[in-house]
């Protein structure tokens, strides 16, 4: 795959070497060229076919190419030069396997011409678009907005590239031969969308070694039973594992009937999965070997583990294109049709299963485990994080999304490397299959627990649940409501909404259980006359048929299940929570919760004297079906089910596009600050308007007076009333110090109120913001700011001088979605006021929703905007306007969350 070349001489901005994933899961790396590159690209142009020259360079002959490799390794300020290399198949070093170039099309233009080279036997594995991918971000950073290339019109090849980008692209066709395309960089929704697809596909592909490996052997496993080898071992043979298997310790040959190596080098080479059980300082030495063996995967279970032996052990990882999970875990487990594999040291054996499970805790991940066991759902497919030194939860979304045997993912993460782009592979997994977790570190102990136990700094509250909320994620609080909600979603109960049906043949369990249903979010709504009348009919007069409903000690199994029959026919409940006392009035067989997926609605059992909190029974359709030990319990599980069917209901899952926007002015704004004010600061009043005016949000017409001269002609531009407000950099509350002066009009009051702030304020006054009067309206707050992990948050709320008093304050990652931000307003009390609070006007709801988009938008792509507020922000039923705003410049690289590379 090849493109043409039209500049003789390139540089490559600064960039750090990084690793990716090609289709097949295979790691390259991904470094700017230098020039002790010239003798391996020389190999590799003097390696491709006279077509692939001709294709490459327009003529064929060695020449071209060698003068390529002379041009690729001098550097030269227009001009971006990128490798890809991989580990080479037999020996030590690296080859180059791609090499790719975007010449600026002049100095001071935001155009370049871009081409590409494979090396032969690499192509077709996605090397060409990988390096497009990172060209196109290292071009941005420098105000590159567009590529062209110039190919040849049977360059099949490099015109797969470009179609299959994703990237807005148009070719244009000339005579002889030669078409011209044409690539917008704008990374918009749809361009990350199939980035999405591609990582998954490649993140899928690499951990196929780790669940379905060819053969496995077992580093660090004694002769002599005990200690986590042997256990792990131990595990493999009795749990079915019918794959190679193979030990490895230097005195033995055979251990516990399974072959023994004496090194790993003198393994077969069937061998995809090392577990490696070995000391910490053993550990980098083992997994050199097993990355010169050509081993696949890791698994190390060694705990505890310095940083500096995971950083070596991570790099020695990448260099031989090995994928690792843990250090300091409890192993992997995989079950499916084909493979039967507990590579674990738990208790027990777990049972295969639907789940797919992910962990930092291995006492986590046991209780997890022994869980779905016992519920009869079982787990597909078990990795234990521990350290997260590679494999991470963003990985395991992507296996789980391409695995058809999964049909839940639990996770339990104490920290995010990359959350922003967990938000968006969570959320697409969420579409087709429930994705819960149990939030670890919500307490101030729990955090200095969870940082100290996985190594890694934990996130923070706000911002985690956030990341949850939006990307569809189930939230529970512990390991039990994990598994109970768990068991109810594993059957597919997806409640049209949230009013429940309580059903109980014992009156005081279902007054207690309505109150559950309450206090857990839901809506017991009382039953129309005609409903009570058919359950009158069918009960008895001694039946309470209100809501919840008491059918009487004496009602057996056949009468509630026409009860519940006849409340999922009526239309009048989302799903029914039926509650059986046994009595020795009637007896109540538990067929009636093995039938709970016939009944029409979705229907929720809870047995009184069960002692487990849940339970399962094997349902009429052969299906498991949860039974309940408490009300509290099944109805938390029910308004979990609830969100989750709202969450997938919600239209808008797209981040929309925004008119208007002007972000090469916004990004010329901020440079000249920043060239002004090297080590960043707030921005002036004026020069904030002009940056928030960029993205389209109205702010009311004001100047920034040094002197009272220009305030009072300024102030005589509106012809209207204006205020004056008290400006230095670091000044916050204004109204708390008395520098606001509303409702001024007229050239002698606009003087004296000038006057008034000098001498209030005196040599620390750096000028006086002259503004019109916004007119009355709900006060709001929005803002933005940059977390140094999660990267840019969006707030919203209750705003005004008692913005704090009133603690209405919601959070978001931008960019928003439609959903998002419709979510961000309407969970806020703001939206009452919005709505016309107590018959006083309201304000524009959409136009509210409007501006947080863009503030998200500015937020997202001006990286150096660490924060950002409006308060207030004035909503009217006519629109909004930002009043009073402040905006803080900080000196950053931009890194782009969703680019294609290993952590």
């Not at 059903?503 to 005081?508: E, L």
């Not at 702010?699 to 008290?726: F, I, Q, Y």
């Not at 950053?892 to 952590?903: H, N, S």
Request: charged content about 20%; proline content about 5%.
């Amino acid at each position: 795959m090849t493109g043409s070349v039209q500049k003789t001489q390139d540089s490559s901005p600064a960039q750090p070497t990084v690793h990716a994933l090609l289709t097949d899961g295979t790691t390259v790396s991904i470094r700017p060229t230098t020039p002790d590159d010239r003798r391996e690209l020389r190999a590799m142009f003097a390696g491709l076919s006279a077509q692939s020259l001709r294709m490459r360079f327009f003529a064929s002959g060695s020449a071209a190419g060698k003068a390529a490799a002379e041009r690729l390794c001098e550097p030269h300020p227009d001009r971006i030069a990128l490798l890809a290399t991989a580990q080479r198949r037999e020996g030590e070093g690296e080859q180059i396997v791609g090499e790719g170039e975007a010449w600026r099309l002049g100095p001071a233009a935001d155009a370049a011409e871009v081409g590409f080279t494979v090396a032969e036997g690499w192509r077709g594995r996605g090397i060409g678009t990988l390096l497009l991918e990172h060209l196109a971000d290292a071009a941005r950073a420098v105000g590159i907005r567009s590529f062209t290339a110039e190919t040849l019109s049977d360059n099949l090849a490099m015109k797969r590239v470009i179609s299959s980008a994703g990237l807005h692209h148009s070719a244009a066709y000339e005579h002889g031969g030669t078409v011209f395309h044409d690539i917008d960089l704008t990374e918009d929704d749809a361009y990350l969308e199939v980035v999405a697809d591609r990582e998954f596909a490649a993140s899928a592909a690499s951990l196929r070694p780790l669940f379905r490996p060819r053969g496995v052997a077992l580093v660090g496993v004694g002769r002599s039973p005990g200690g986590v080898g042997r256990a792990i071992l131990d595990h493999l043979v009795t749990g079915g594992f019918d794959r190679p298997l193979f030990a490895v310790n230097p005195h033995a040959d055979e251990i516990a009937g399974v072959p023994c190596a004496r090194s790993i080098e003198l393994l077969p080479g069937t061998v995809d999965l090392a577990v490696l059980a070995v000391p910490a300082d053993a550990l980098v030495e083992a997994a050199v070997a097993c990355g010169r063996h050509g081993v696949r995967a890791l698994a190390a279970v060694t705990s505890p583990v310095p940083e500096s032996v995971r950083t070596v052990l991570k790099a020695v990882c990448r260099r031989y294109g090995m994928r690792l999970v843990g250090p300091n875990g409890l192993g992997v487990a995989a079950f499916s049709a084909d493979i039967a594999m507990d590579a674990t040291f738990g208790a027990h054996t777990p049972l295969g299963g639907s789940a797919g499970v992910g962990v930092q805790s291995g006492g986590v991940g046991i209780a997890i485990l022994d869980h779905l066991s016992r519920l009869g759902i079982g787990a597909g497919s078990f990795a234990s994080l521990g350290d997260k030194a590679d494999v991470s939860g963003n990985d395991l979304l992507a296996w789980w999304s391409r695995d058809a045997d999964t049909k839940l993912v639990l996770l339990h993460l104490e920290s995010f490397g990359n959350p922003r782009k967990f938000a968006r592979y969570a959320r697409r997994v969420a579409r087709t299959k429930p994705v819960l977790t149990v939030a670890a570190g919500r307490s101030a102990a729990g955090s200095r627990a969870a940082a100290s136990h996985t190594s890694a700094s934990v996130t923070p509250g706000i911002t985690r649940d956030a990341l949850y909320r939006q990307a569809g994620v189930i939230a529970t609080r512990s390991v039990a409501e994990l598994v109970e909600t768990a068991a109810l979603l594993d059957t597919e109960v997806r409640p049209a909404g949230r009013r429940i049906a309580v059903v109980s043949n014992g009156g005081g369990t279902g007054v207690l259980a309505a109150d559950s249903c309450v206090d857990a979010g839901l809506s017991v709504p009382e039953f129309g006359p005609g409903l009570r009348e058919r359950l009158g009919s069918l009960l008895g007069p001694a039946a309470a048929c209100g809501n919840p409903v008491d059918t009487g000690a004496g009602a057996d199994g056949a009468m509630l299940r026409k009860a519940v029959e006849a409340v999922a026919a009526s239309g009048e409940a989302d799903a029914v929570l039926v509650l059986l006392v046994p009595t020795a009035l009637a007896e109540l067989p538990p067929t009636l919760a093995a039938d709970a997926r016939t009944l029409g609605v979705p229907t929720v059992t809870v047995l009184v004297d069960q002692a487990a909190s849940v339970d399962s029974v094997l349902g009429a359709d052969c299906g498991r079906v949860p039974v309940y030990g408490d009300a509290e319990t099944a109805a938390r599980a029910l308004s979990h089910a609830c969100a989750y069917a709202e969450w997938l209901r919600q239209p808008g899952s797209e981040v929309p596009a925004v008119p208007g926007v002007r972000s090469h002015d916004a990004a010329r704004l901020i440079s000249l600050f920043l060239a002004a004010h090297p080590s960043g600061g707030w921005l002036p009043p004026d020069r904030a308007a002009d940056l928030l005016a960029c993205y389209g949000i109205r702010c009311a017409r004001m100047v920034l007076a040094d002197n009272e001269h220009t305030a009072v002609s300024a102030a005589s531009l509106w012809g209207s009333p204006v205020a004056l407000k008290a400006y230095w950099p670091e000044l916050v509350h204004k109204s708390d110090v008395g520098g606001v002066l509303l409702g001024l009009s007229g050239a002698d009051a606009v003087r004296e109120g000038w006057r008034t702030l000098k001498e209030r304020f005196g040599e620390q006054l750096a000028g006086v913001v002259v503004q019109e009067m916004a007119p009355k309206g709900v006060e709001l707050l929005a803002g933005v700011d940059s977390d140094a992990v999660f990267g840019p948050l969006v707030a919203f709320g209750i705003g005004g001088t008692d913005t704090d008093l009133a603690a209405d304050r919601g959070y978001r990652l931008a960019p928003l979605t439609v959903a998002d931000a419709g979510d961000l307003v309407g969970s806020s009390r703001a939206a009452n006021l919005l709505a016309g609070y107590r018959g006083r006007p309201g304000g524009d709801t959409a136009a509210v929703r409007d501006v947080l988009s863009r503030l998200a938008l500015l937020a997202a792509e001006q990286s150096c905007v660490a924060e950002a507020e409006i308060n207030p922000l004035i909503a009217t039923p006519e629109g909004v306007t930002a009043v009073d705003f402040r905006v803080r410049i900080e000196p950053r690289t931009a890194t782009d969350p969703y680019l294609r590379r290993l952590r």
